[in-house]
Nanobody
């Protein structure tokens, strides 16, 4: 059974950068090639929202408008997906989660209910 662990969160000043990693375990061979990975975030008092998505099947990516041009999602290797976050803003403060689903969805890429594997989250705080 695939398990996910996030890392890389922390405190950063506005305009700074962070690199979040999502490491998968419990899979065999190239089975992660048939998954999609989504990054989500949840700020205090707000609903969980999708941020970025990558399909391991074809490498396609998607970012919500609020992070386009600042965040980049990529697959580092069979087990690790990276979310590079640049030019961070205070409104990016949240707990960030990665999640996995197989097979990759055709649409509504960042609907949380589609994903059945979740990590425990890593906290990102953007503050001066």
């Amino acid at each position: 059974q695939v398990q996910l662990v996030e890392s890389g969160g922390g405190l950063v000043q506005p305009g700074g950068s962070l690199r979040l990693s999502c490491t998968a375990s419990g899979f065999t061979g190239n089975s992660m090639d048939y998954y999609a990975i989504g990054w989500f975030r949840q700020a205090p008092g707000k609903e969980r929202e999708g941020v970025s998505y990558i399909s391991n099947s074809d490498g396609s990516t998607y970012h919500v408008d609020s992070v386009k041009g600042r965040f980049t999602i990529s697959r580092e290797n069979a087990a690790v997906t990276v979310l590079q976050m640049n030019n961070l803003k205070p409104e990016d403060t949240a707990v960030y989660y990665c999640a996995a689903v197989s097979p990759p969805p055709f649409r509504d890429f960042l609907t949380p209910s589609l994903y059945d594997r979740w990590g425990q989250g890593t906290r990102v705080t953007v503050s001066s």
